[in-house]
């Protein structure tokens, strides 16, 4: 069964443009949730989806925002970039949101590099 | 989030058992614990998980002590595979829904 797939895998801006990322989940995921991973910071929870809403949200700005389509792919956007955001993205799916049993999937992640 | 501690670093030979310790004095009752690595340049991955009982499955065994505030991760036999940052996570079900808080992990080198 095919894993977690993140579109692009490698993504340079510049200060002040915006970015979108794209995550589809494993196939019969309906939760998918995002992570920045720093050097600084490490692993951050973003946010999470399930069923097109959001279920849960990281203490991120308002430039950091998603989505989750019907098809449980999801999509990330970070408007007004800045230095800082320089990071790689991971997302990651489960089965369903929640639950003891839910072992969480990541892909490989969006490495983002703002100049 | 109950909050966990982890050495920042162990080494391990090919071949020998690895035991990776957490502590986790503010756990609560409803806390799992959890434990994921992350191998190079590429994203987590889960590795085992438990309540109170210790745990094994093919990757790992989990040791949770009696009180659950320390658990052990044990690699029975380390290979070069294995060398990650291990991070052990605990989890309030079904409270945060599918949120992973991480602390900073173990980085575990292995050594022929």
């Known amino acids: 069964k095919a894993g977690v797939t993140q579109t692009p895998r490698y993504l340079i801006k510049t200060r002040g443009q915006q970015v979108t990322l794209s995550c589809s989940p494993i196939?019969?995921?309906?939760?998918v949730s995002w992570y920045q991973q720093t050097p600084g910071q490490g692993l951050q929870f973003l946010f999470e989806y399930f069923s097109e809403t959001q279920r849960n949200k990281g203490n991120f700005p308002g430039r950091f925002s998603g989505r989750q389509f019907s098809n449980s792919r999801s999509e990330m956007n970070v408007s007004t970039l800045e230095l800082g955001d320089s990071a790689l993205y991971l997302c990651a799916s489960t089965r369903t949101s929640g639950g003891q049993y839910n072992e969480q999937f990541f892909g490989p992640g969006t490495r983002l590099t703002v100049l | 989030d109950a909050k966990t501690t982890q050495p920042n670093s162990m080494e391990s030979n090919e071949e020998e058992p690895v035991h990776l310790p957490c502590n986790h004095s503010t756990i609560s009752g409803t806390d799992y614990i959890h434990w994921y690595r992350q191998l190079p340049s590429q994203g987590p991955e889960y590795v085992i998980h438990?309540?109170?009982s210790n745990v094994n499955n093919r990757m790992a065994s989990l040791a949770i002590a009696e009180d659950r505030k320390s658990s052990t991760l044990i690699l029975h036999r380390a290979t070069l595979r294995d060398a990650a940052v291990y991070y052990c996570i605990l989890r309030d079900y079904p409270g945060t829904a599918s949120k992973l808080t991480f602390g900073t992990g173990t980085r575990l080198q292995v050594t022929l």
């Open positions: 196939s019969g995921h309906r939760s």
């Open positions: 438990g309540l109170t």
